[in-house]
């Protein structure tokens, strides 16, 4: 089968260029998730096991804690808060 080219199509070099340097770098850790249950569990090291209450309210300090670009916390703590309120 004979190999199709797109004539339209940029280099790559042109699409790097578009994206700029930060390209993929914006948004969210995808680390925070693992983040929140060990920040949970190491807060109090006399427990053997995680407090729900706790679990549920760390996600939401971590959020706010978090550098985000402008527009990104708002939408995250709505998911945060209406899981925890649905609970």
Same mark, same amino acid.
Do not use: N, W
């Given at each position: 089968?004979?190999?199709? #080219?797109?004539?339209?199509?940029?280099?790559?070099? @042109?699409?790097?260029?578009?994206?700029? &340097?930060?390209?993929?770098?914006?948004? #969210?850790?995808?680390?925070?998730? /693992?983040?929140? =249950?060990?920040?949970? $569990?190491?807060?109090?090291?006399? @427990?053997?096991?995680?407090?729900? &209450?706790? $679990?549920?309210?760390? =996600? @939401?300090?971590? &959020?706010?804690?978090?550098? /985000?670009?402008?527009?990104?916390?708002?939408?995250?703590?709505?998911? #945060?808060?209406? @899981?925890?309120?649905?609970?």
């Amino acid at each position: 089968m004979p190999r199709q #080219i797109d004539r339209k199509a940029k280099s790559l070099q @042109e699409y790097g260029d578009a994206a700029g &340097v930060d390209e993929g770098t914006s948004g #969210i850790s995808t680390r925070l998730p /693992f983040k929140a =249950p060990s920040a949970s $569990l190491s807060h109090d090291t006399t @427990e053997t096991g995680a407090d729900p &209450v706790r $679990l549920m309210h760390v =996600p @939401e300090g971590m &959020v706010r804690q978090e550098p /985000f670009p402008t527009g990104t916390e708002a939408p995250c703590l709505k998911v #945060i808060k209406g @899981e925890r309120a649905s609970r």
